[in-house]
């Protein structure tokens, strides 16, 4: 392939789409669209989910605050939810103008959506500041999926089965199961 250069200012960070949910001050539930979401591994087993928020959103504040968030994965179906929490905000009180299910953490007190097919339950356990970032290192405490989701082990997760929103500027999905490890023929 022949590649031209394109400087720097381009920006290629697909990321999977996540809603995180997390309790205001007074009690009631706050979702933000949060795309810069990963994981990363402090030695064994002994991963952590990280999320990286930016700016003063209340998200960001009540996660600072109160150290628990959960991390909802964005489906297909849940995408006019997402950009519709992502064009308004809270300090507005748009963003239930839209109705959507909330439930409850089972191991962490924190809201969760009720159409998400993988919800994590977190609990912040560092956290560094970059700038105006703000990047959390998430113990997670649980992970809720939807019961018709086959998960036979942790690497062996089909996503098409969530049909899960990936973004990178633009809204995308996931079409087809490539293989695992091992399994791609040259």
Known sequence: MKRISRGTGLSLCVQPAFIIGTNNEDGTYNFAPITWVSVTCREGDDYLLVVSMFGTKAT???????????????????????????????????????????????KADVPTLDDSPWVYECRVSDSVETGSSTTFFCRTVNIQTGETIDIPDSFSVDLTGFDPVIYSGMYHSIGENLGGIGNIKP
């Open 60 to 106: 960001k504040q009540n996660v600072l605050r109160d150290g628990l968030l959960s991390v909802n994965l964005v489906s297909r179906e849940m995408l006019p939810l997402m950009d519709h929490l992502g064009r308004c905000s809270a300090k507005d009180g748009c963003k239930d103008m839209l109705g959507y299910g909330v439930g409850r953490g089972e």
